[in-house]
């Protein structure tokens, strides 16, 4: 299965410079990175990326992740996969663009 992130863009390119992903500051302070699964990603999007531009989705192998990737419950009782650790760059798959709609909520387009 795959699992999904959405970062800007800025924060990608800093990663793969880096060689790792520690996480976005809402992921710091969490202490985990947040990822969806595909059929979560487009809520994800519109609920906590509305209106930011310049967005890319990174698509990671669940399996590749190990034990640091735990299956946690959300608010409402879905569950959410949580990364314990930093993501390796050379463990992103592919990374796929999110432009905005017309309504300012990122379009997410990744494999159902």
Not at 33 to 55: C, K, N, P, V, Y
Not at 65 to 82: K, N, Q, T, V, Y
């Amino acid at each position: 299965m795959r699992v999904y992130k959405i970062l800007p863009r800025a924060e990608w390119a800093a990663a793969q410079a880096a060689g790792r992903f520690t996480g976005s500051a809402v992921d710091r302070q969490d202490g985990y990175i947040h990822f969806s699964t595909a059929a979560q990603a487009q809520e994800t999007a519109r609920r906590h990326f509305a209106g930011q531009a310049d967005l890319v989705v990174l698509e990671v192998e669940a399996e590749d992740l190990g034990a640091d990737l735990r299956w946690e419950a959300s608010r409402g009782g879905d569950l959410f996969p949580h990364l314990y650790g930093a993501l390796a760059a050379a463990r992103v798959l592919a990374v796929h663009e999110a432009p905005l709609d017309d309504d300012g909520a990122p379009r997410i387009r990744v494999p159902a």
